[in-house]
């Protein structure tokens, strides 16, 4: 079965500053993708960044890059240079062999001025 | 223009009642899905369906019904809705365009609340 663990419930950043949001995945599949989301507190789910398990680069999408360890299974989210725009949830999920999405419980980020 | 609408946006209903949510997308995917995001939690899956004649249940399913009324409309409906139903609720969409996982763009959320 697949799982997804996000294990900091809350973070404070001040802004400017750079953040790492965690996460762990277990999965029995070769072949994966694994992403992140924003979620503010308007309530919409905002796509930020996909990295495939047979990418051997990091994925980089402005100010958010993952840092994504194969054999650890972590796929670690870092927000470079806060900005106050960037307070909100942050899910990590996993696509299953049929594309179906796994959620994380989410990571709650709070950028201080 | 929104690419993935909901309507309603906020609904408040009775225990009992038959409820329906409606998704629309302008981006041309054949697979849409149905989550239920609870307070402080993650989201679940409810239905998907990938083409029109194509619909499958989800994590959680019961109490749940849905429709493809076409490739750019999916509805879901609650037959009989009940407190522990008040939530948002999702519609996203994918392309399957990338082994290893479609990206999911979702709608605006629908926040259900159940008296």
């Known amino acids: 079965a697949q799982k997804i663990t996000q294990t900091q419930p809350g973070m404070f950043v001040q802004e400017k500053e750079a953040v790492t949001l965690d996460c762990t995945y277990d999965t029995s599949d070769p072949s994966y993708g694994l992403f992140w989301y924003k979620q503010p507190s308007s309530g919409e789910m905002i796509f930020l960044i996909y990295q495939g398990s047979y990418d051997q680069q990091n994925a980089t999408e402005g100010r958010y890059s993952l840092n994504f360890q194969k054999a650890r299974k972590s796929a670690n989210l870092v927000i470079s240079a806060s900005q106050l725009g960037d307070s909100a949830m942050y899910f990590c999920a996993m696509s299953r062999t049929d594309y179906k999405l796994s959620f994380g419980a989410g990571t709650t980020v709070t950028v201080r001025a | 223009d929104a690419d993935v609408t909901q309507t309603p946006r906020n609904r408040i209903t009775k225990t009992g009642k038959r409820i329906m949510l409606e998704c629309s997308q302008t981006k041309g995917h054949d697979r849409m899905y149905w989550y239920r995001q609870d307070p402080g939690l993650g989201l679940q899956l409810i239905y998907y369906?990938?083409?029109?004649?194509?619909?499958n249940k989800g994590e959680i399913s019961d109490g749940y019904s849905v429709s493809r009324q076409a490739q750019a409309k999916f509805s879901l409906s609650l037959e009989s809705a009940i407190p522990n139903q008040t939530a948002l609720y999702f519609c996203a969409t994918s392309d399957n365009m990338r082994e290893g996982g479609d990206t999911q763009y979702f709608g605006p959320g629908t926040r259900l609340t159940v008296l």
């Open positions: 369906s990938f083409d029109v004649k194509d619909i």
